[in-house]
């Protein structure tokens, strides 16, 4: 089992940037990938952003070149830093992570970018 708690979302302008953070607890030392989703009203959950266990990561295209994905193994936890965001990025961001299969899903943080 692993728990995850997200944090950072928030009301921010266009152009402006955000910093989220998922929080990783339990059998951590099981888990090959973490990732970032999002899923806008009305939208399919789509993959933002992921990271392996190796560090090799890959980004939705959409936000190539303005998020980043990284990680901090002594605290356990996620991050993405989120810049130049527009409109299109509100969503509610959810952190994942794959461990042996299986799919464990953080409860959520709204991003919201206005025009």
């Known amino acids: 089992q692993v728990q995850l708690v997200e944090s950072g979302g928030g009301l921010v302008q266009a152009g402006g940037s955000l910093r989220l953070s998922c929080a990783a607890s339990g059998s951590i030392f099981n888990i090959a990938a973490m990732g970032w989703y999002r899923q806008a009203p009305g939208k399919q959950r789509e993959l933002v952003a992921a990271?392996?266990?190796?560090?090799?990561?890959n980004y939705a295209d959409s936000v190539k070149g303005r998020f980043t994905i990284s990680r901090d193994n002594a605290k356990n936890t996620v991050y993405l830093q989120m810049n130049s965001l527009k409109p299109e990025d509100t969503a509610v961001y959810y952190c994942?992570?794959?461990?042996?299969?299986?799919?464990?899903w953080g409860q959520g943080t709204q991003v919201t970018v206005s025009s």
């Open positions: 990271i392996t266990s190796g560090d090799s990561t």
């Open positions: 994942n992570a794959l461990v042996f299969g299986l799919r464990y």
